[in-house]
Structures are given as structure tokens and as C-alpha cells.
């Protein structure tokens, strides 16, 4: 497990074989990584999210990890996803980036998403970025060309505030808020569908899938659910 904060080791990788006791194996200290914000992990590299930009970094020895390329942007970087050489970035403007990272020393913007709404999450499935916002809630784009993502489909409702959060599994999409955890159907991304709401009595921030178990993150902390899907 990776995990980033603002400590002295800003990046911190566990081994989790035993989840009831979690070691620590490697990290890398403030002075390596500064400032980090959000996190993504493909493979055996990490992509951060920073006051600064992104930062590219090599995991694939967990107890020795290394920042192996960065990239400046104008503003900070508040959520990150990346997938098959594409890291996809949104800052503090709003503004939501296609970043070519296939040379991880050397990595480059291809294209900026014009996002329909005021984003607030994104999240990356084989060749499909999802942006959740605003109004329209959730955006689909394809990204199979970096250089010019193409919307290809996008639903509304929920009107999402503080921050929230979204998870893909398989045709069905998570997005918290502070109006609960709402559910779309994205098996056809042009004709996807709001199926509706459970846990709405408080609002999540974020939100994780794992098999059938559903985590957010609320004012009471880490919840976990079951939802059963007709």
C-alpha cells in the first residue's frame, strides 16, 4: 500500500500481507517529495499530485523508492489517475489535463479535457476518463487519443459540494457527496443513468470499491457498505 501525507515522510509504502499489522517498508522524506496531495498507482509507479505539479515515481523497489520525473504545472495538483502511459491531473483552477507519461523522465500535457462542468474527481478505466462535478454530474470522455479526448457521454443528478469523490467498477460508477453516495449505470456511456442514492444521511467525500464492499470517507470517518445492484 502507498500512501502520501505531510509529515517527514511525505510518501510511505506498507507491506498489508497482514492487514491487522501493517510494516513499513520504504518511504520518501520532504525533502524528495514536498507537498504532496493526491496519489494514483499504476503498476510500479506512483503519480503525486503536488503544490507544484506532478511528481513521477518509481516503487518497484518498496523499500527504496525514487522520484524519477516531474513535471511543473501553474497551479497545484488536488487529484490525480493515471493508466497505460496517461496520467490524468486536475488542479486548483478547475482545469482537468491528459498527461503523456510514457517517458517517465520526461513527461508532457497532450491535451487539456474541456469539462462541461466544474470538476471535482476523475477517475481513469480502460480508455475512459470519468470527471464528476457539478452539474452535469458525471462526464465520460474517451481518451484512447491523448491528444484530443472526445465526450462521449454524460448524466445528471446529484449537485455534488465539499469535495467529492468518485470509483468506477466494471459499468457502474460511485460518486459521494454531501448528499450521500450516488450510483450511475455507465454500461453505455452515451445513455448512462442515475439508479439513485443510499447511505444519504451525511455527506462523504470520498469513495473507494473493492469486490462488493463500497468505503467512504464522512464526517464520521471510514464506512463500508454492501449494495446490492438489481
Known sequence: ???????????????IANPAD???VGGLSRDELDSPRALAVDGDTAYVGTNSGLAIVDISN???????GSLETDERLDRVDAEGGLAFVLDRADSVFVVDVSDP????????????????????????LYIVGDDPTLQIWRVDNPEDPQLIGSVSGQRN???????IQSDIAYGSSSFGLGIFDVTDPSASVHMGHVLDTAPYTDVAVSGDVIWVV??????AARVVLP
Open 22 to 24: 501493517p510494516t513499513f
Open 62 to 68: 518498496a523499500a527504496s523508492p525514487a522520484v524519477v
Open 218 to 223: 464522512g464526517p464520521l470517518g471510514l464506512t
Open 161 to 167: 459540494r465539499r469535495g467529492p469523490g468518485i470509483a
Open 1 to 15: 500500500a502507498v500512501v502520501v501525507g505531510s509529515r517527514e515522510t511525505t510518501l510511505a509504502i506498507f507491506d
Open 105 to 128: 523522465a520526461n513527461p508532457a500535457i497532450s491535451s487539456e479535457v474541456a469539462a462541461d462542468a466544474t470538476p471535482a474527481d476523475l477517475a481513469v478505466l480502460a480508455g475512459q
